[in-house]
């Protein structure tokens, strides 16, 4: 299982971005998906998951009402649509693939992107 992510960028305060993470390898729709974020300087930090069918979500506190996920299983993608942008969502953002049900845990992902720079100006 491969995961290639995209989408990031620089963009100011109150913008919006739409990441990307395609994974290759069968069985897509097994996997539950995730996307994690690392400051500069800090821990890596959960941002959202979805179930493999799409139907489950979760997300951390910060980003509710601001950020969506989906997933095309179709397509192998997920997406991690971003709005209302702020500084404090400055980050590398990483996509992860984990068999079964997802977790909030960062190291119960097996599989990981190689992360896409968010940077948004204040």
């Known amino acids: 299982v491969q995961l290639q992510a995209s989408g990031g960028g620089l963009v100011q305060t109150g913008g919006s971005l739409r990441l990307s993470c395609v994974v290759s390898?069968?069985?897509?729709?097994?996997?539950?998906m995730a996307w994690f974020r690392q400051p500069t300087g800090k821990e890596r930090e959960f941002v959202t998951a979805?179930?493999?069918?799409?139907?489950?979500?979760l997300y951390e506190d910060s980003v509710k009402g601001r950020f969506t996920i989906s997933r095309d299983n179709a397509k192998n993608t997920v997406y991690l649509e971003m709005n209302s942008l702020k500084p404090e969502d400055t980050a590398i953002y990483y996509c992860?693939?984990?068999?079964?049900?997802?977790?909030?845990?960062?190291?119960?992902?097996?599989?990981w992107g190689q992360g896409t720079e968010v940077t948004v100006s204040s």
């Open positions: 992860a693939a984990r068999y079964d049900a997802y977790r909030r845990e960062d190291i119960s992902y097996a599989y």
């Open positions: 390898g069968p069985t897509f729709r097994r996997y539950a």
């Open positions: 979805i179930s493999g069918s799409g139907a489950s979500t």
